[in-house]
């Protein structure tokens, strides 16, 4: 039998099982084998339950892990560089007689070049100044007769850029570029997941969800669905939990002070190791008919108001 095999084993499942069916079978065995629901005083149960959860923890990542790197996409391979061109054949080199001419020749159209370009810039010259001093000369001309002793001033053309300047300026801080009176705004903190402080989840649905070791102090959890729910740990303090369905919960030392638990339905849960102290209980559901059906072993209530209204001391 192969390790991964013995995972599925393990939590009594099918190779093959899904992700949520090994999450589900774990909160199942975690809750049947968890050494806070044996007796103290039976060492041999005790040790036995905590081999089992180890098992279990252990299962549960390495089949985690597994679908993890199963779903992963698969790296593509590198794209191999493609072949170096061989070199290009040289010419042959041209012979002395050969160089003698093309020099020559080469000498000849630079001077007739170099001729035709001073002829045409003395011509260009000539036809501007011409232009120009014509330019004037009417111009005096106009004004003298028509009476005037106004001169027109001559044409300028400035040079107008088409666009504003986009020059960014450095950051005094960061020193990374940024736009001129550009709000410098802090960076955002983000909260970890785990933190869910304050939040509103009344009404929510979360039967069977894993919550251990979440921070839900302050919480709004009114007629919240938490049947089956794997709570141990959490902290709850000053949450509200009114008409909260706690069905068979998992509470192990779960922090509950000064939390509402008003008309909460408590039946089958386990809070054992929790603390209550200043909790407020009245008319939750913790019995069927004269029958405890709350396990509150080691659980701490001083302060706490019991369902039928008296405080516990």
Same mark, same amino acid.
């Given at each position: 039998?192969?390790?991964?095999?013995?995972?599925?084993?393990?939590?009594?499942?099918?190779?093959?099982?899904?992700?949520?069916?090994?999450? %589900?079978?774990? /909160?199942?065995?975690?809750?049947?084998?968890?050494?806070? /629901?044996?007796?103290?005083?039976?060492?041999?149960?005790?040790?036995?339950?905590?081999?089992?959860?180890?098992?279990?923890?252990?299962?549960?990542?390495?089949?985690?892990?597994?679908?993890?790197?199963?779903?992963?996409?698969?790296?593509?391979?590198?794209?191999?560089?493609?072949?170096?061109?061989?070199?290009?054949?040289?010419?042959?080199?041209?012979?002395?007689?050969? @160089?003698?001419?093309?020099?020559?020749?080469?000498?000849?159209?630079?001077?007739? =070049?170099?001729?035709?370009?001073?002829?045409?810039?003395?011509?260009? @010259?000539?036809?501007?100044?011409?232009?120009?001093? =014509?330019?004037?000369?009417?111009?005096?001309?106009?004004?003298? +007769?028509?009476?005037?002793?106004?001169?027109?001033?001559?044409?300028?053309?400035?040079?107008?850029?088409?666009? %504003?300047?986009?020059?960014?300026?450095?950051?005094?801080?960061?020193? %990374?570029?940024?736009?001129?009176?550009?709000?410098?705004?802090?960076?955002?903190?983000?909260?970890?997941?785990?933190?869910?402080?304050?939040?509103?989840?009344?009404?929510?649905?979360?039967?069977?969800?894993?919550?251990?070791?979440?921070?839900?102090?302050?919480?709004?959890?009114?007629?919240?669905?938490?049947?089956?729910?794997?709570? @141990?740990? $959490?902290?709850?303090?000053?949450?509200?939990?009114?008409?909260?369905?706690?069905?068979?919960?998992? *509470? *192990?030392?779960?922090?509950?002070?000064?939390?509402?638990?008003?008309? +909460?339905?408590?039946?089958?849960?386990?809070?054992?190791?929790?603390? *209550?102290?200043?909790?407020?209980?009245?008319?939750?559901?913790?019995? $069927?008919?004269?029958?405890?059906?709350?396990?509150?072993?080691?659980?701490?209530?001083?302060?706490?108001?019991?369902?039928?209204?008296?405080?516990?001391?």
């Amino acid at each position: 039998m192969s390790d991964l095999e013995r995972y599925y084993t393990v939590l009594g499942l099918e190779p093959g099982a899904s992700l949520e069916e090994v999450n %589900q079978a774990y /909160r199942d065995l975690a809750f049947i084998w968890h050494p806070d /629901r044996m007796p103290k005083d039976n060492v041999r149960l005790q040790e036995k339950a905590q081999e089992k959860l180890k098992d279990l923890n252990e299962a549960r990542e390495k089949l985690r892990s597994h679908r993890s790197t199963k779903a992963a996409p698969q790296s593509r391979p590198a794209a191999k560089p493609p072949a170096a061109k061989p070199p290009a054949a040289k010419p042959p080199a041209p012979s002395s007689q050969t @160089h003698s001419r093309s020099s020559s020749q080469s000498y000849n159209s630079q001077s007739y =070049n170099s001729q035709a370009h001073n002829s045409q810039s003395s011509q260009a @010259h000539n036809s501007q100044s011409s232009q120009a001093h =014509n330019s004037q000369s009417s111009q005096a001309h106009n004004s003298q +007769a028509h009476g005037s002793s106004h001169t027109v001033p001559p044409r300028y053309h400035y040079y107008q850029p088409s666009q %504003q300047s986009a020059y960014t300026y450095p950051s005094a801080q960061s020193g %990374q570029p940024q736009r001129p009176y550009e709000s410098q705004r802090p960076p955002s903190v983000k909260k970890s997941p785990s933190d869910l402080t304050g939040a509103n989840l009344s009404g929510v649905d979360l039967r069977e969800k894993d919550l251990s070791g979440r921070n839900l102090s302050q919480a709004n959890l009114s007629g919240a669905n938490l049947s089956d729910a794997f709570l @141990h740990r $959490v902290n709850l303090s000053e949450a509200n939990l009114s008409n909260v369905n706690l069905f068979r919960a998992n *509470l *192990l030392q779960a922090n509950l002070t000064q939390a509402n638990l008003q008309e +909460a339905n408590l039946i089958g849960a386990d809070l054992s190791g929790a603390d *209550l102290s200043g909790a407020n209980l009245k008319g939750a559901k913790i019995a $069927v008919g004269d029958r405890l059906m709350v396990k509150l072993t080691g659980t701490i209530l001083a302060g706490a108001t019991m369902p039928d209204g008296t405080v516990h001391s």
